[in-house]
């Protein structure tokens, strides 16, 4: 799965990136596959997608938000789909 993940993000060595497409070129199972496992992605996106908050409510420390911030932006660099809240 990490390499599937790894593979659709863009984040494979090119070299082994290189090696699986040429696979796909011969495997119609893995073609398959990998299009039932970007579809999964997609379903569970759609399937949590929630309209981003305009503002922050004041009541919520400074702090909290620049953490939760921090940890969209790590799920974006691997590869999750997140809206930032600001």
Request: hydrophobic letters at 40%.
């Amino acid at each position: 799965m990490e390499f599937m993940m790894d593979y659709l993000s863009n984040e494979l060595p090119e070299d082994s990136r290189a090696i699986f497409e040429r696979h796909l070129t011969a495997c119609p199972h893995c073609v398959r596959y990998l299009k039932t496992y970007q579809t999964t992605i997609t379903l569970c996106r759609e399937a949590f997608d929630v309209p981003p908050m305009r503002t922050v409510p004041a009541e919520i420390p400074e702090a909290l938000v620049q953490a939760i911030l921090a940890a969209q932006r790590q799920a974006v660099r691997q590869g999750a789909q997140v809206r930032l809240v600001r």
